[in-house]
C-alpha cells in the first residue's frame, strides 16, 4: 500500500522507479510522475495510512532543484520522515511558477514523528524566520484538506508549528 501519496500518478500511466538499499533501517524507493518525486521508506510505509496523515510543507526556489532532490532523498534516508516529496524539473518547466513545494509526510496523531521531522526541518533551515529570528508558525497540512481543495484563504490549519515549538527560541514545548 506504498501508494498511499500516490493519487497524482494516476493521471501518468507509468512510475519510473529507482530502488536503493540503505541501512537496516530504510529501503528508499524513488518514484516520480509528470507532477512530482516521491522519495519512501518502503520498510515504514503502512504506517502513513488512515485519516490523520498529512505533511510539513517548505517552499523552494524553482532554481533549488537540486536541492529539493538531496533534501527529501536525506529526510527519508535519515529517518526524519517515512515520505518526502517535492516538485518535478518537468512540472517546473511546464509550469513556469517561481517556486514550488517539498512536502514532509507524517502521521499527525504520532507525536514522536512530528518532533523528528520538525527537529529535521529546523536542523536544515527549512522552515524561514523573521528579521529578528522568530520562526515562521507554519502549518502542517492534512490530506485530507488537500484532497478537499483546501488552498489558499480556504486552508484553515488545525495543527500548527507553535504546537510543538516556542517560535523565539526554536526549542521543543514539552
Known amino acids: 500500500m506504498f501508494l498511499r501519496s500516490y493519487e497524482a500518478c494516476e493521471l ?9 538499499a540503505m541501512s537496516d533501517n530504510v529501503n528508499l524507493q524513488v518514484a516520480s510522475n509528470p507532477a512530482y518525486v516521491f522519495y519512501i ?3 515504514r510505509i503502512d504506517a502513513l495510512a488512515g ?23 536525506k529526510a527519508v534516508e535519515s529517518g ?10 518537468e512540472s517546473i518547466d511546464f509550469l513556469g511558477l517561481p517556486t514550488d513545494v517539498c512536502c514532509f ?6 507525536k514522536d514523528a512530528q518532533r523528528k521531522a520538525l527537529r529535521f526541518l529546523i536542523a536544515n533551515d527549512l522552515i524561514r524566520r523573521t528579521k529578528a529570528g522568530k520562526l515562521f ?17 480556504d486552508f484553515e490549519s488545525k495543527v500548527k508549528l507553535s504546537d510543538y515549538v516556542d517560535l523565539q527560541t526554536g526549542e521543543f514545548i514539552s
Open 137 to 153: 508558525d507554519i502549518s502542517f497540512k492534512f490530506d485530507e484538506q488537500t484532497r478537499a481543495g483546501e488552498y489558499g484563504a
Open 105 to 110: 509526510y507524517v502521521q499527525a496523531d504520532d
Open 12 to 20: 501518468a500511466n507509468t512510475l519510473l522507479i529507482e530502488k536503493a
Open 51 to 73: 485519516k490523520s496523515v498529512g505533511k510539513w510543507m517548505h517552499f523552494f526556489s524553482c532554481d533549488h532543484i537540486d536541492f529539493a532532490e538531496s533534501i527529501c532523498k
Open 80 to 89: 526524519a520522515v517515512i515520505e518526502a516529496k517535492h516538485t518535478s524539473q
Open 41 to 43: 521508506d518502503k520498510n
